[in-house]
Structures are given as C-alpha cells and as structure tokens.
C-alpha cells in the first residue's frame, strides 16, 4: 500500500526548531545541544507524517524524541506536525538511518527504537535494501541502553518473521515478546498512519517487542528467554 499526497505545510509555519538536516547533527552525538537538555532517548526509524512522534512526544514531556525520515518531504511535514503542537521534546532528522546509527547515536545511548511499517521490498532482488538487516540490528543493539526496548511492526507476515529470525541470529535482544492490540479510542489513536489504514481495512498487524539485557542478574522470564 502505497503513501499518499501530502497535504501543503502552512509557509508561515517555522520549522528550525523541529526538522535536522545531517550538517545540523551534533558529532559525537550532544542531546543538550538538539533538545536543550538531557532526558531519555528515543528514537523512530521512517517517521512518515510524524503520527508517532506527535504522539508519543505530547504523552511523554520527559521523554526525547529523535524521528529519522529519509525522505525529506516527509521529514518537513512531520516536523511541520511538531511545530503546530509546539511540542519541545520531538525532533525530526532528514537522512539516512543507517548512516545516523553508524556515525552519530552513541552506545548504549538510547531507551527505545521504533521501526514502524518499514518498506517490505517485495521482489527478492530487492530485498537487500531492507532496513532490518544484520548491520542494522547489530547497531541498534548497540545503540541501546541496557534494558532498552526495539519496537517492531509490520503488516507483512514474511517480512516480520524473517526479521524475528534476523534478531535472533544477530542480536542477544529478549524477545520476541508479544504486544497485544488495544482497541483506538479514537480516530488518530493509533501508532501510526499506516496502522491507522491497516486496522480500519482490517488487514493483519504484526508486533514485537524486543529488550536489551541489563546488567543484572536475570529474572526467570529473561532467563528463558522471554
């Protein structure tokens, strides 16, 4: 299912303080010099509209939010969806995020990462371009703090299951642990656009939720593997 025309952002609307381009990224990584304080991390791989991050940054105030959208029209309307709500904690960066993983997120830095919906690339030669792949969830693992937590969906049930094989294979991430479906209470209630489409067409969702092993001894559940 493909995206859909955006709708024009208003040119009055000031974007500076929402949208990042990679020359604005502080190197080594400085959270006090994008969000003005230091607070946990989160981060949304393929923020499309900016759903989620909307969201999540007006639910959670004490919570930073650092959307990466490689396409940058995309990136300007959820950062244009920011800056509406005048939401402070939420930040959308215009690049490439294998390349933000690898060069500018530091170990052991983040508390979650969500990779929403991300494009299946269908045809099996295609298939390499995948985000999850095992460079990828080895920076991830990398990239979270001890005890933080992967969010991962998607509607398309092989794309899903080869990713949980991936982690398992590539990563030393607690899970999959499942991630029930609550009902919306309204109509932007959902994690995403995307989602959004899916549930009210009916189509399938499949979630998982995977978790950094800390430091401390483990509990039943994460010695099994859980």
Do not use: C
Request: glycine share 8%.
């Amino acid at each position: 299912m493909g995206r859909r025309a955006l709708k024009k952002i208003d040119p009055s609307l000031d974007l500076s303080q929402h949208l990042l381009g990679p020359e604005q990224v502080p190197r080594p990584w400085d959270a006090g010099a994008v969000f003005g304080r230091s607070a946990p991390l989160e981060v949304e791989v393929g923020s499309g509209k900016g759903l989620f991050l909307r969201n999540a940054a007006a639910a959670q105030p004490g919570v930073d939010f650092l959307g990466i959208e490689i396409a940058r029209k995309y990136a300007r309307f959820a950062a244009a969806g920011l800056a509406r709500r005048s939401l402070p904690n939420a930040r959308v960066l215009a690049a490439d995020a294998l390349w933000v993983f690898q060069e500018v997120l530091p170990v052991d830095a983040l508390a979650a990462v969500h990779v929403y919906f991300p494009d299946p690339w269908w045809k099996q030669r295609h298939k390499k371009r995948r985000i999850m792949r095992p460079d990828f969830v080895a920076r991830i693992e990398a990239t979270l703090a001890p005890g933080g937590t992967l969010h991962f969906w998607s509607d398309v049930l092989e794309y899903f299951q080869a990713t949980l094989d991936l982690l398992a294979a590539h990563t030393r991430l607690l899970g999959p642990i499942e991630v029930p479906e609550f009902p919306a209470p309204d109509d932007m209630a959902y994690r995403t656009h995307f989602e959004r489409r899916m549930r009210l067409s009916r189509e399938a969702v499949y979630r998982a939720e995977f978790r950094k092993r800390s430091n401390l001894p483990l509990g039943p559940a994460e010695a099994a593997g859980g």
